[in-house]
């Protein structure tokens, strides 16, 4: 399967912005999902997850309450809805697919594929 993410950009504090994931190839099979960041100079850190039927979601602490992880299973698509942006938020986004589909996991190791990476940049 391969993964596109879309949708960083530069936001000032406080702003929003919707990250997606587009999933090609094998779309015929089940994944649940992952978005995880890598901040400048810092490792990889898990944001958040959500299984095949988006009935369970999984948030970090630092991201609970702003963030909100989507799909449409029609589209492919898995989404990233940022809210409340803050300085510290500011890192290279990436979505991830884990063929068991119908649990929760955060972390990276327990992904199968990855995308590309899409830079968020957030001002004071």
């Known amino acids: 399967v391969q993964l596109q993410a879309s949708g960083g950009g530069l936001v000032q504090a406080g702003g929003s912005l919707r990250l997606s994931c587009a999933i090609s190839?094998?779309?015929?099979?089940?994944?649940?999902m992952g978005w995880f960041r890598q901040a400048p100079g810092k490792e990889r850190e898990f944001a958040a997850a959500?299984?095949?039927?988006?009935?369970?979601?999984s948030y970090a602490d630092s991201v609970k309450g702003r963030f909100t992880i989507f799909r449409d299973n029609a589209k492919n698509t898995v989404y990233l809805q940022m809210n409340s942006l803050k300085p510290e938020d500011t890192a290279v986004y990436y979505c991830?697919?884990?063929?068991?589909?119908?649990?929760?996991?955060?972390?990276?190791?327990?992904?199968?594929?990855w995308g590309q990476g899409t830079l968020v940049t957030v001002s004071s």
């Open positions: 991830a697919a884990r063929r068991d589909w119908g649990t929760i996991a955060t972390m990276g190791a327990e992904y199968d594929s």
């Open positions: 959500i299984t095949w039927s988006g009935g369970s979601t």
């Open positions: 190839g094998r779309t015929f099979s089940r994944y649940a």
